[in-house]
């Protein structure tokens, strides 16, 4: 067959990947500038920076196979910030970083797939993608995304991603002159601006004086038009937490679909018609999740 996917995050490269290997003829689309979808890095003063997903567990043999070589163990011990103090570490599951930052994980996977990059997408019918034919196309991004390129003739698989709701995030990018902390990552239970703090400089192990701090939901959701504005805020409640304003902001990222809100069963879907949609929105809503959801729907395309 010859496969569309559309999406270069880790779920649409597994999908690629197994179903290339499967034998189909795949190309991947992605709108981005670069692989890696919400697993984004960005460059700043030579170094980069995590932009989104800050880490990942693993649990899955044949993904722990997958990322050989492409990460590092972590920490397994973050802080709690709640009721005004600061808890901990408290033990929990090792947390993986990627070496070149979190896209280069995803980067690794597409060697030796053709993947067309700044590609905007339209139309999704059966059997085409903006008028280019393909046997099947597999929809590897958020509900919303693929609902805005689903034709309305196809109602059944426009019925299987509507009514879920995806929560917005903000993330602000920093640096100090200093590292001021003894942390490697905060979540934080009772703020009204941010629910998670990461040492950028400990997770690449460069020691680089430079944390993201990722926004609640809510916060995040009265300020997608303009994400730049929202600086002066998150930088407020780092100070809330006993972090004193850095020297320089770096990047105020917006995610307007950033994580599922509730999980389903199902790794993926495949419809009669050949069109298909996996990715964290499907099983468990992690980076491990939407490989294995990516895989599944990739080895179902020759069942």
Known sequence: MRVAVLGAGIAGIACARAAQDAGHEVAVLDRGKVPGGRMASRRFAGRYVDLGASYLTVSDPAFERVLAGTVHAWTDRFHVWEDGELHGPKAGPMRWAGDG?????????????????????????????????????????????????????????????SGRTWDPVLVLAARWDARLWEVDGVFVHDDPVLEWVADDGSRRGDGAAVLTAHSTPAFASTRLAEPAEAADEMVA???????????????????????????????????????????????????????????????????
């Open 101 to 161: 930052g979190m896209r280069a994980i995803v980067t690794a996977l597409t060697h030796g797939l053709e993947v067309r990059q700044q590609v905007h997408v339209n139309r999704v019918t059966q059997g085409s993608v903006d008028g280019e034919a393909f046997d099947a196309v597999v929809l590897a991004m958020p509900d919303p995304q693929a609902l805005a390129i689903l034709d309305p003739s196809l109602t059944q698989e426009r019925a299987t991603i």
């Open 237 to 303: 409640a780092l100070t809330r937490l006993g972090i004193r304003e850095p020297a320089e902001v770096l990047r105020v990222q917006r995610w307007t679909y950033a994580k599922p809100v509730g999980t389903r069963s199902e790794l993926f879907f495949l419809s009669s018609k050949g069109i298909g949609f996996c990715g964290d929105g499907w099983g468990r809503p992690r980076i491990e999740g939407a490989w294995l959801s990516g895989r599944a729907i990739g080895q179902a395309l020759s069942s």
